[in-house]
């Protein structure tokens, strides 16, 4: 037990640096780190960025809603994230008379401020190495099993501790390095979260699905929120009476500009790598299973699209789920071909030979041939349960009608009135059915059929081998085609609901996954950590010279590198910003997507862009080389003096493989520069009293 700590504490401060600007760093140990930073241009101090004694830089950023970053600008609770994180909340107040996506929201008054039930955020209070603690009573004699179980009944024992003050206090423990080491992380949490600002969509998501992932970028990628807290300044649920919340901190912008070769460093929630995997579960993610989930996706999306182009209001339905579904489509094919034109797979495999040569006669021979195995072992199990989380459990129906049935069936009436409303808003038929069709004759098509129920294929038969057959039958006769229908369900309908044909397909299918498929991936995924957290330690040993971060897992980090553009491809070379002129040239009012606002056209053909303004121009976007991922959405960009200069909202296409190898060649962060959110919110939303809130400073 000592000696997985001392190898892992040993390999996080020791060791050259790692890889160019690679990283992602824990904020706790930033120290170690900060002489590095310094000498790239950094000027504060590692208690600057985080400490638990004093106010610091950790205390301004945020996880937003679970799965992106936001970060406070005012000492009025203002809040900044991406358009995208905010997307939902958006579409959920847009209505075809209140067309939000479409036209924009500003709030001018604190008054006019929305609600958003269910959304929250949560501030790091402090990060605590736990290791010890967590693996108090551990012998070397016990099963993984009863390792777990000692695992959590000592996690949760340190949780409860952490959280007794109340206050709105959230704990977790986090394994790092394949449990290797545990980490606690203690957040504050507040729910009463207001809706302030969002541009249109045609600025907030400018050039779509064709220019996601893609550089140059002239996306103005920032919507606005506020955060509301009771009189003494705690988390409170919404009411009339909260007031905004009084952040420790909040980071002054520069709005003097930004210039190539400069010090950035991003301050964010990233949410999963994998640097660390071998060469066969890399070979998996390329040549397996990204393509046939791109394949998939691709079907839904043709489909959505083609539905929302001749419908304004199905546009809004299915807004935020296409673009949901064409942001990992659009990643796993960057990722893949990035894996192919870097030799990933090649150069694991070679890492593993000599890794094998220098553990012979070791404790750590015979880990790779084993985990090589096991991977073969887990693949058609894995490639079984990812087509089906791709297909069979994509079909909206089939989802509403399983949670919608459990609800009426225990007589929960007010929350099955609730689902049903949220899931009417938001649905047309047209679509679910076709992409039903779609995508189940691509499962049997390409899932062999002991890997599939029994009762896809028997049902199948009973309409003679027609896929479309199935979807007029299962759409016309299912009980939750019909909103009345269900809104009159009660307890007394538990059988008819069970043989309702929606249900019984999400039943089905989940039940015989859970039976057949997802035990065989469970357990061939715990030996494989298992066996990981030796080859982890293994590694350390073998490359101490190397200084190693643990993977991502949606824990506040610290990415720091500098501007630069990059070359693609041969001849080709991108400069690090994009300014309000490629707007202006990609504007297209017969593409959704490139139709900016006529008011933005007017703003740019008087060319007053105040303060904002460089050089008779906008700046929009910059690139720069810092290590980010999912995750990092609406992260603070911050300058080498810890002011805001940019959010971060996505990577460029040729470097998202950075999850499970950076290349510092190709990896580039995509940032919203800072004095074109100020610019849309001063021109387009004519909101000049929220940039009255913030500290600006002009050099």
């Given amino acids: 037990m000592r000696k997985y700590i001392s190898v892992i504490a040993l390999s996080l401060i020791c060791g050259a640096s790692a890889s160019a600007d690679e990283g992602m760093w824990l904020p706790a140990l930033i120290s170690e780190r900060i002489g590095d930073m310094q000498a790239k241009g950094f000027t504060l101090t590692a208690e600057d960025i985080y400490s638990i004694s004093q106010a610091s830089l950790k205390d301004a950023v945020v996880l937003f809603g679970g799965g992106c970053t936001g970060e406070l600008v005012s000492p009025e609770g203002l809040l900044l994230t991406n358009h995208h994180c905010g997307y939902s909340q958006i579409q959920k107040h847009s209505s075809v008379d209140h067309d939000y996506l479409r036209d924009g929201f500003w709030a001018m008054t604190r008054a006019e401020e929305l609600p958003n039930p269910g959304l929250g955020v949560s501030f790091l209070e402090y990060m605590e ?306 992409i039903f069709v779609a995508v189940m004759n691509s499962y049997r098509e390409n899932v062999p059929a002991d890997f599939r129920p029994p009762y896809f294929d028997s049902t199948l038969a009973v309409y003679g081998g027609s896929v479309g057959k199935w979807a007029d039958a299962l759409f016309s006769t299912s009980v939750f085609c019909d909103r009345k229908a269900v809104e009159a369900l009660g307890a007394d309908d538990t059988l008819a609901l ?75 070379y991108y400069m690090p910003f994009s300014t309000i002129e490629g707007i202006m040239e990609k504007d297209n009012p017969e593409i959704f997507d490139y139709n900016i606002p006529q008011k933005f056209r007017d703003v740019v053909a008087t060319g007053d862009y105040g303060r904002w303004g460089e050089d008779g121009s906008v700046p929009v976007c910059f690139i720069a080389t810092n290590h980010t991922s999912g995750g990092n959405s609406g992260s603070p960009v911050i300058d080498s003096r810890g002011r805001l200069i940019g959010i971060n909202f996505d990577r460029v296409w040729e470097g998202t493989m950075s999850d499970i190898e950076f290349d510092p060649d190709f990896c580039r962060n995509i940032s919203l520069d800072i004095r074109y959110v100020l610019f849309i919110i001063d021109k387009i939303g004519n909101a000049d009293h929220l940039i009255e809130e913030m500290t600006i400073e002009q050099e």
């Fill in 129 to 434: 190495d736990v290791t010890d603690k967590v693996l108090k009573g551990y012998e070397d004699s016990m099963t993984e099993e009863e390792r777990q179980a000692l695992v959590k009944k000592n996690s949760q024992k340190l949780i409860d501790e952490a959280v007794s003050g109340g206050k709105g206090l959230e704990a977790s423990v986090e394994p790092l390095f394949y449990g290797n080491k545990y980490y606690m992380f203690v957040y504050r949490t507040y729910t009463d979260v207001r809706l302030v600002g969002a541009p249109p969509s045609s600025i907030g998501k400018f050039g779509g699905d064709t220019d996601n992932w893609m550089w140059p970028r002239h996306t103005g990628d920032f919507s606005i929120f506020r955060i509301y807290a009771d009189k003494d300044n705690n988390p409170a649920p919404y009411s009339e009476d909260n007031v905004p919340y009084r952040p420790k901190k909040y980071f002054h912008i520069a709005a003097g500009g930004v210039g190539e070769g400069e010090f950035t460093f991003v301050y964010g929630f990233p949410g999963s790598t994998r640097e660390y995997i071998m060469s066969e579960g890399v070979r998996y993610i390329s040549d397996i299973s990204n393509p046939f989930k791109i394949a998939l996706r691709t079907m839904r999306l043709d489909i959505q699209k083609k539905y929302m182009d001749e419908d304004q209001a199905v546009r809004i339905q299915y807004s935020s789920k296409n673009a949901g579904v064409a942001n990992a489509w659009k990643k796993w094919q960057g990722e893949m071909k990035g894996i192919v034109r870097l030799g990933t797979v090649a150069k694991k495999q070679e890492f593993e030979s000599r890794f094998m040569d220098w553990a012979d006669g070791t404790e750590y021979e015979g880990i790779v041939p084993a985990l090589d195995s096991l991977y073969k072992e887990l693949e058609p199990y894995m490639y079984a349960l990812d087509y089906y989380n791709e297909s069979a459990r994509t079909i909206e129906l089939v989802q509403f009608a399983q949670r919608a049935s459990a609800l009426a069936s225990a007589g929960k009436d007010s929350a099955l009135g609730a689902v049903t409303d949220a899931f009417f808003k938001d649905y047309y038929l047209p679509i679910d059915k076709e």
């Fill in 498 to 572: 069970e043989n309702d044909p929606a249900v019984e397909f999400g039943r089905e299918f989940s039940s015989w996954i859970g039976e057949n498929i997802r035990p065989a991936v469970n357990r061939l995924n715990m030996e494989i950590n298992l066996l990981n957290r030796d080859y982890m330690r293994g590694q350390m040993e073998f490359q101490p010279d190397k200084v190693f971060y643990p993977d991502a897992n949606l824990t506040l980090r610290v990415a720091y590198g500098h501007i630069k553009g990059y070359s693609p491809s041969d001849g080709v």
